[in-house]
């Protein structure tokens, strides 16, 4: 999936402000949307924006660390998530901390927070390096054992951590895993359009 704006490193997701306009992404035909934090309380000052395909439906939620959450439903019960949060650290983490964070271990401790480690790298979005991690998991519901396969994008800026994350789901593990693949590059496309205004 190609960049929607060029002026945008592609998008992370989440927000509360729908800010007027989109466009027609060439490629996968999937209209978009930009948002805005433009400094709500939860982003810490950060005035982030970016782009998200327009289907998926933003949930409201209480916790002020979420800037924002995002949702589409898929056929025969499967969903895909997206999750947008900012943290605050005391201080900057050290650069020794951070090459160990972008390490193979540190990227597995990352994964541990969500699920069973798949895979990670460190890419760069926009001017910042970013751990990009996959994973999976599966846990009980009414209706039976869901499994979701999910990808998260771990963005140290100095002392705040930009964490989005992307997340399908379903009650076959194997087609839960075909999802995943199938908006795998609409995910990191989605989460490279972040822009620190």
């Not at 001017?127 to 499994?147: I, L, T």
């Amino acid at each position: 999936m190609k960049t929607v704006h060029s002026r945008f490193l592609l998008s992370a997701l989440f927000i509360c402000l729908f800010v007027s306009g989109h466009s027609q992404d060439s490629t996968m035909k999937v209209k978009t949307c930009e948002y805005r934090t433009d400094g709500k309380p939860g982003a810490y000052g950060l005035r982030l924006s970016f782009w998200v395909p327009c289907s998926w439906t933003k949930e409201e939620v209480a916790n002020a660390s979420i800037l924002g959450n995002y949702s589409m439903m898929l056929p025969d019960s499967n969903s895909l998530s997206h999750t947008l949060t900012v943290n605050k650290m005391e201080r900057p983490i050290p650069e020794e901390q951070l090459k160990g964070l972008f390490s193979t271990d540190g990227m597995k401790m990352i994964a541990r927070q969500m699920g069973k480690y798949v895979s990670g790298s460190k890419i760069q979005i926009g001017q910042w390096d970013a751990a990009e991690v996959r994973y999976w998991n599966q846990y009980k519901q009414s209706a039976g054992m869901m499994y979701s396969y999910g990808v998260q994008y771990y963005i140290p800026m100095n002392d705040k951590i930009i964490t989005a994350i992307f997340v399908v789901s379903s009650l076959d593990k194997e087609k839960a895993k075909a999802l995943f693949a199938q908006h795998e590059l609409q995910f990191r496309t989605a989460a490279k359009s972040l822009l620190v205004r």
